[in-house]
């Protein structure tokens, strides 16, 4: 199982004394003991020796670019990443050194066809997809927001993004089971197994409430059964709530990396959800929420948290270098203000690892934000791209 490190757990511990979401702010919140928060020079240095966009260069003034890029944030909450993990941050050479995905050899799972010689993840892995599956409907917020985050995930990642079938999930005597279909021979093209079977997954039930959660580690335990053989990872996006122990107030999700599966629950990132700041099955629903505003912020919010966990799998750490879609979250309401793009030095690592033009995935983010009313994120990519092409008139 991964760590907090390199898989991102928004996590309420103590269910009956921690908050949920921390609604107050402090003059001064220190740091975390230890952590110390990068130079100007130390942040550009990360970016590395070579980046792909020559105007980023570590040695460069704010006016060849980096004015685009905010600096990392002070905390404002002791419950804010920063003030409780000392991080020490992954530069850009370092990515080289660490990402399983760039070796010279094979990964230990990984059944795929591999290229020696191949230089990015998909020459070295032609074969590779990252799969992502429901679990459980999700036709009951927007019958459309699955193939949304599909979308999004494939041209923020530039690699082919898979939908697999949903995994039905059947509510009984307040327990969940996951339901197995009769399984197919890739090979024969017909079933290995007459029967459809029920398993019971580890839940928690409140009788009054008729709230559930899913316990993380039964649903991982399954993914790793039916992750596709030509899988870079699977991750499965769900609508139930999700706990890693007894202990959690909820978790956002978890990934289990060196078995390249993850597990991930959108159901806090509801904005006309208002959730108890000590029980977990207390939730009331705000009317005041608009239906536009929901799909849109749901769809802001959870294609946020799929790039961000995905990255993760793909070998890139958290950033504390720049205002990041990289940056960690030590609850929901800094993830939330947190921004949807990769700073130069995450940027770096993922074209690297990918291979694409800068240009042709900034300007297919464009009209992704553009379709979903996603306003200032298009903006932010129209300045980035003008910039980047010479465009921009200088004050």
């Known amino acids: 199982m991964t760590d907090t490190k390199s898989a991102k757990l928004l ?27 990068p130079t100007r020079c130390q942040s550009r240095l990360a970016i590395g020796c070579e980046p792909m966009i020559k105007d980023f260069d570590p040695g460069a003034e704010c006016s060849h670019g980096f004015k685009y890029f905010k600096t990392i944030s002070h905390p404002t909450d002791i419950d804010d990443w920063l003030a409780q993990y000392n991080e020490e941050g992954q530069t850009y050479k370092q990515f080289l050194n660490e990402c399983p995905w760039l ?52 041209i923020f990642l530039c690699l082919p993004v898979v939908p697999l079938p949903v995994i039905q999930l059947h509510e009984e005597n307040g327990d969940i089971f996951w339901i197995e279909q009769p399984a197919v021979s890739e090979a024969l093209q017909r079933r290995t197994s007459e029967r459809t079977r029920k398993h019971k997954l580890t839940t928690s039930y409140d009788v009054k409430s008729k ?38 107030l909820f978790v956002a999700g978890m990934a289990a990396g060196n078995q390249r599966v993850a597990v991930f629950s959108l159901y806090r990132y509801d904005p006309s959800l208002l959730f108890s700041m000590e029980n977990w099955y207390e939730i009331e629903r705000d009317k005041t929420v608009s239906r536009k505003d929901k799909i849109c912020l749901m769809l802001q919010r959870g294609s946020k948290l799929l790039v961000h966990e995905i990255c993760h799998l793909l070998g890139i ?65 129209e300045r980035i791209i003008a910039f980047i092409s010479n465009k921009e008139q200088q004050p």
């Open 11 to 37: 996590k309420a511990n103590k269910r009956k004394k921690q908050k949920f979401i921390r609604q107050k702010e402090s003059n001064f919140v220190p740091f975390a003991t230890g952590f110390k928060p």
């Open 103 to 154: 070796s010279s050899r094979k990964r230990k799972y990984m059944s795929q066809t591999f290229v020696f010689s191949g230089k990015t993840l998909p020459q070295k892995y032609p074969d590779g997809k990252v799969y992502i599956v429901p679990l459980g409907e999700f036709q009951r917020e927007d019958p459309k927001l699955f193939n949304h985050l599909i979308e999004y995930t494939s």
């Open 211 to 248: 709230h559930f959660q899913v316990c993380v580690d039964s649903c991982l335990m399954k993914l790793r059964q039916t992750i596709p053989s030509d899988a870079i990872c699977l991750i499965a996006l769900t609508m139930y709530d999700l706990y890693g122990d007894e202990t959690d």
């Open 317 to 381: 750490d958290h950033c504390i270098y720049f205002d990041c879609c990289m940056n960690g979250s030590g609850h929901l309401a800094e993830d939330f203000r947190q921004s949807m793009h990769l700073c130069p030095v995450d940027l770096h690592k993922l074209h690297v690892l990918v291979g694409f033009d800068v240009v042709e995935r900034y300007k297919k983010l464009k009209e992704f934000y553009k379709t979903h009313h996603l306003i200032g994120e298009m903006e932010w990519v």
